[in-house]
């Protein structure tokens, strides 16, 4: 979870945030097993409510370029936590099985840096775990106060990991996509539609059902057109 959703009071059992874990484990099982001696990088951890997850998989190390925020995280959740730039990761090259970098990238004014930093971590064969937000056509005001630099196309992110061996990259989260266009438009900053679905134990529930047959389709190697999301993982 953002910092910033952790001071506006979100919870981790927002359908958004259990659905994503479990989209996490099914894309960290395509590139590490599980119980391995693998090494990970968590970029960007925020609350790191995704630690549960990587923990199955080896040993974390926890970054973020916030000190506060890193201080929400327990030490006996991580190998490691350290306040970092993703521009310039103090890990020496090939020093990683696998980097998660969950809604991550969009904060970073140079964003193609914070990849290319990425790829040098990872060792052969190793993979970067991620999470955008989807549709450039969607940046708005909301974006703005979350501290996004941009929002994402589908071929424009796949430009930037030309250097990677492969790339996969699948559109996430497609049933609230015309809601958050909508209520986000009328008016600007607020996201209303976090606060409706909050009030609302059964819808958030029906909408984690969903996202869970999102994330079913994307482990049998489908996906939808749209989404507010893209997720992806890109191979050293």
């Known amino acids: 979870m953002d910092f910033r959703d952790h001071l506006a009071g979100q919870k981790e059992d927002y359908f958004w945030f259990k659905a994503k874990n479990q989209l996490v484990d099914i894309l960290l ?128 992110l796949g430009a930037r990991f030309n250097a990677w061996r492969s790339v996969s990259l699948a559109y996430w989260n497609a049933l609230t996509l015309l809601p958050a266009l909508f209520l986000r438009r009328s008016k600007p900053a607020e996201d209303k539609l976090t606060a409706w679905v909050n009030g609302h134990a059964r819808l958030n529930r029906l909408l984690c059902r969903f996202l869970y047959w999102e994330n079913w389709l994307i482990k049998k190697g489908h996906g939808l057109p749209v989404g507010l999301s893209l997720v992806g993982v890109c191979c050293k």
């Open 29 to 156: 099982e395509r590139i590490l097993p599980k119980s391995g001696p693998a090494r990970i990088l968590c970029l960007g951890v925020g609350t790191g409510g995704e630690l549960d997850v990587l923990k199955q998989y080896g040993q974390v190390w926890a970054v973020d370029i916030s000190q506060e925020t890193l201080a929400l995280i327990p030490g006996c959740q991580v190998h490691q936590k350290l306040q970092a730039d993703a521009c310039a990761l103090p890990f020496a090259s090939g020093f990683f099985d696998a980097v998660v970098a969950l809604d991550v990238l969009e904060h970073i004014p140079d964003d193609i840096l914070a990849i290319s930093e990425c790829h040098r971590v990872l060792k052969p064969g190793g993979g970067l775990v991620m999470t955008v937000p989807a549709h450039a056509w969607l940046f708005g005001e909301h974006d703005k106060a979350l501290g996004h630099c941009r929002r994402y196309n589908r071929c424009e």
